[in-house]
């Protein structure tokens, strides 16, 4: 997921780039560039991932708790 989301967002900046500031095309520049961009988001995806599954855990945990009574007799 991380990869195709990485895929698609910089190649929609890039072809933006392109249209909007009239850069010109160069392919094996962008994708060694998409290539470095996309191997550093999957390892920052692989470290971070767990904490926040801890995290939302943690969270799920707090709220699923009968500390509410919701008998009023």
Same mark, same amino acid.
């Given at each position: ?10 190649? #929609?900046? %890039?072809?933006?780039? =392109?249209? *909007? ?7 094996? +520049?962008? !994708? ?5 961009? #996309?191997? %550093?988001?999957?390892? =920052?995806? *692989? ?7 801890? +995290?939302? !855990? ?16």
């Amino acid at each position: 997921m991380t990869v195709g989301a990485t895929l698609i967002c910089e190649t #929609i900046s %890039y072809i933006m780039q =392109i249209i *909007i500031l009239g850069t010109s095309v160069e392919i094996l +520049a962008f !994708l060694k560039i998409l290539a470095i961009e #996309i191997l %550093y988001n999957t390892l =920052i995806v *692989i470290i971070i991932y767990p904490l926040i599954q801890k +995290a939302g !855990l943690l969270l799920e945990r707090i709220f699923n708790e009968k500390n509410i009574l919701t008998r009023y007799y």
